[in-house]
């Protein structure tokens, strides 16, 4: 069995929205203020777990990785391309544009609660989907890089309040920021 991890980069005051300024909030871009450090490679640490998983992202997300990824050629990059991907979405998307890529048939939230019963499903960004599924109970790690920054304004992680039943495993630095790992206790 699989786990749904969810990553995301985060503020201090728990803001993922906008981390690199191309949605134009006021308070964007607060992620690559502090050089490329903490935003590059697999800060995460899930090359070796997506090697036999799933990403799993919204449209919005994905059209921007698609935009992104299939140019690069670092060994992150590699496993990046390299990866299946599916994507949340009711008005599809064109699966050329980056390889491995599908788009989900039906609900995306049946879709990873069976995924999970057969491999790991890693959600990047996809605030809407990350919300369905923490509702749904369904997220299992968080794996967050925080920045030393408050945007003050923009959409939360935990807009409902902090997740129960999770426990830091791990935190440690990333260049100005911070990685945590936070695991359910039930485990």
Do not use: C
Not at 118 to 128: A, T
Not at 137 to 165: C, S
């Amino acid at each position: 069995m699989g786990d749904i991890i969810v990553i995301q980069f985060i503020t201090l005051d728990g803001v993922v929205s906008d981390p690199d300024g191309r949605g134009g909030t006021s308070y964007g871009g607060w992620a690559f203020r502090f050089g490329s450090g903490p935003v590059t490679d697999d800060k995460f640490r899930l090359a070796e777990r997506m090697e036999h998983g799933v990403q799993l992202y919204g449209r919005r997300t994905w059209e921007q990785f698609a935009r992104l990824w299939p140019g690069r050629d670092s060994e992150y990059a590699k496993v990046m391309n390299a990866t299946q991907k599916r994507v949340a979405t009711r008005t599809g998307i064109d699966a050329a544009a980056w390889p491995n890529s599908a788009a989900i048939d039906g609900d995306p939230v049946a879709w990873a609660k069976d995924e999970r019963t057969r491999r790991d499903v890693v959600v990047i960004g996809s605030l809407s989907l990350v919300h369905a599924l923490a509702a749904a109970d369904l997220v299992d790690e968080y794996r967050l890089i925080t920045f030393p920054a408050v945007a003050g304004e923009g959409e939360r992680l935990f807009a409902g309040g902090a997740p129960a039943d999770f426990r830091f495993t791990l935190a440690e630095p990333v260049g100005a920021a911070v990685f945590t790992q936070l695991r359910r206790g039930r485990d």
